[in-house]
């Protein structure tokens, strides 16, 4: 039975090694991700003409999920819920979770391509181009159905990626209201500066449902931004953002913010702690794509064996450490060592 279920927008990711002059005919940076509009479509074909793609079962919320199954070493502890094509590429993104040990629950469209995300890499950081397709056609009836119900309504933890919200944030408020009534454990990303800025509404709303919200730096940064904070430092807006008011108000809220290799802040009660970030040698590392969601991933393994905070980042900075020495989200072969 699940113990964690993730809500998210299931991707194909298709990795590449680019040069700058790349990324700056399309005017993309480093460590971001979009959505795709009108003037990236070419980047799709050309990345898989030109250059030497790997194809990797993607999805900030499905890469979380896969995560926390590879820490929890126990199949079906996992499941996730969103929407891909009736396709291949839906197929092998099925194939690939479900072979990780996740439980998946997809909506399968009939009409739009599984969605797929450019993940363009330049000195081992990144920069996401995400083509949602048949992931932005996901439907809250499928969440309400029989079927599914009976999937949601047993684990203990909820997570979603901020990109859901542009996609069912009726979805992500429903689980919200069920954590409310049940006591059980909602998780939300801000996931990218997009999102803080332009989704702001449906993200405070998910906000005011949630028992810990994850960001790194830069989206802490927007989100302070956007909300006009007068303290848009990392720990001013993490203590803003644990402040603020919450459905459930007889359990606070745990805000977790990581810095890449800066110490990651985690607000709890009002106090804010820093833990330091453990190194890894440049040598080691293949590329940063997939950091924060192995972070997240091995946090809420953490949270499903009832873990305190302290070890919770631990597990997320082992996660995370562990996904930056291979290509894109591909799980280690081996057990987890923690």
Same mark, same amino acid.
């Given at each position: 039975m699940s113990a964690i279920l993730g809500m998210g927008n299931p991707l194909l990711d298709i990795s590449v090694t680019v040069p700058q002059e790349y990324l700056d005919k399309y005017g993309l940076v480093l460590n971001n991700a979009i $959505?795709? *509009?009108? @003037?990236? /479509? &070419?980047?799709? %074909?050309?990345?898989?003409?030109?250059?030497?793609? *790997? #194809?990797?079962?993607?999805?900030? /919320?499905?890469?979380?999920?896969?995560?926390?199954?590879?820490? $929890?070493? %126990?199949?079906g502890?996992?499941?996730?819920?969103?929407?891909?094509?009736?396709?291949? #590429?839906? @197929?092998?993104?099925?194939?690939?979770?479900?072979?990780?040990?996740?439980?998946?629950?997809?909506?399968?469209? *009939? @009409?739009?391509? +599984?969605? +797929?995300c450019a993940v363009l890499i330049k000195d081992k950081e990144r920069s996401m181009v995400a083509n949602l397709a048949a992931a932005n056609a996901y439907k809250k009836a499928h969440f309400d159905s029989e079927e599914i119900k009976a999937v949601w309504s047993v684990p203990s933890i909820f997570y979603s990626a901020g990109f859901f919200l542009?996609?069912?944030?009726?979805?992500?408020?429903?689980?919200g209201a069920h954590c409310a009534e049940t006591g059980k454990t909602l998780c939300v990303n801000l996931s990218a500066p997009f999102i803080t800025m332009f989704f702001a509404e449906p993200l405070l709303k998910a906000i005011s449902f949630c028992d810990y919200v994850f960001g790194n730096e830069s989206e802490a940064a927007s989100f302070g931004e956007t909300q006009k904070y007068e303290d848009k430092s990392v720990k001013g807006v993490a203590l803003q953002i644990a402040r603020m008011a919450k459905v459930n108000g007889g359990v606070g809220r745990?805000?977790?913010?990581?810095?890449?290799?800066?110490? +990651?802040?985690?607000?709890?009660?009002? @106090?804010?702690? *820093?833990?330091?970030? &453990?190194?890894?040698?440049?040598?080691?590392?293949?590329?940063?794509?997939?950091?924060?969601?192995?972070?997240?991933?091995?946090?809420?393994?953490?949270?499903?064996?009832?873990?305190? =905070?302290? /070890?919770?980042?631990?597990?997320?900075?082992?996660?995370?450490?562990? =996904?930056?020495?291979?290509?894109?989200?591909?799980?280690?072969?081996?057990? &987890?060592?923690?």
């Amino acid at each position: 039975m699940s113990a964690i279920l993730g809500m998210g927008n299931p991707l194909l990711d298709i990795s590449v090694t680019v040069p700058q002059e790349y990324l700056d005919k399309y005017g993309l940076v480093l460590n971001n991700a979009i $959505l795709c *509009e009108e @003037k990236h /479509t &070419p980047i799709y %074909k050309e990345i898989t003409t030109d250059f030497q793609p *790997e #194809y990797i079962a993607g999805g900030a /919320t499905q890469n979380s999920i896969r995560v926390a199954q590879w820490m $929890l070493q %126990k199949p079906g502890s996992t499941a996730i819920i969103g929407c891909v094509g009736k396709d291949a #590429y839906g @197929k092998q993104i099925a194939d690939c979770a479900s072979a990780d040990g996740v439980r998946v629950c997809y909506l399968e469209d *009939e @009409k739009e391509a +599984t969605g +797929t995300c450019a993940v363009l890499i330049k000195d081992k950081e990144r920069s996401m181009v995400a083509n949602l397709a048949a992931a932005n056609a996901y439907k809250k009836a499928h969440f309400d159905s029989e079927e599914i119900k009976a999937v949601w309504s047993v684990p203990s933890i909820f997570y979603s990626a901020g990109f859901f919200l542009t996609v069912s944030p009726e979805t992500v408020n429903a689980v919200g209201a069920h954590c409310a009534e049940t006591g059980k454990t909602l998780c939300v990303n801000l996931s990218a500066p997009f999102i803080t800025m332009f989704f702001a509404e449906p993200l405070l709303k998910a906000i005011s449902f949630c028992d810990y919200v994850f960001g790194n730096e830069s989206e802490a940064a927007s989100f302070g931004e956007t909300q006009k904070y007068e303290d848009k430092s990392v720990k001013g807006v993490a203590l803003q953002i644990a402040r603020m008011a919450k459905v459930n108000g007889g359990v606070g809220r745990i805000v977790v913010i990581t810095q890449g290799c800066d110490p +990651t802040v985690v607000v709890k009660d009002g @106090k804010v702690t *820093e833990y330091p970030v &453990p190194k890894v040698a440049a040598s080691e590392i293949v590329d940063v794509n997939g950091a924060g969601d192995a972070f997240v991933g091995g946090f809420l393994a953490g949270l499903a064996s009832s873990a305190d =905070i302290k /070890t919770c980042v631990e597990k997320g900075h082992y996660a995370a450490s562990m =996904i930056i020495k291979v290509s894109g989200t591909k799980l280690p072969a081996t057990k &987890p060592e923690m």
